[in-house]
């Protein structure tokens, strides 16, 4: 399901397309869960301000980061 998730929010981030903001309150917890909660403040103000361009930079980043 992650995967699958961050797949639909870089998609919605590179076409700065406003239903990021949705599937980002639908997939908290996925999203909490790939960031740490300082970054996922972060990334949360940045898709709300639609700072789409850092926001998406930031999750590319998450998603390749290794998560235990």
């Given amino acids: 399901q ?3 998730v961050v797949e639909q929010m ?3 981030l590179a076409e700065f397309d406003a239903a990021a ?3 980002l309150e639908a997939n908290r ?3 909490a ?3 740490s909660a ?5 990334f949360e103000q940045r ?3 639609y700072a789409f361009g ?3 930079a930031q999750l590319e980043q998450a998603a390749r980061a290794p998560r235990g």
């Avoid at 300082?38 to 972060?42: I, L, P």
């Fill in 2 to 4: 992650l995967k699958l």
């Fill in 10 to 12: 870089t998609r919605h």
């Fill in 21 to 23: 903001s949705d599937c």
């Fill in 29 to 31: 917890g996925v999203f």
């Fill in 33 to 35: 869960s790939l960031f």
């Fill in 38 to 42: 300082e970054e996922f403040g972060k």
């Fill in 47 to 49: 898709v709300q301000g």
């Fill in 54 to 56: 850092e926001a998406l």
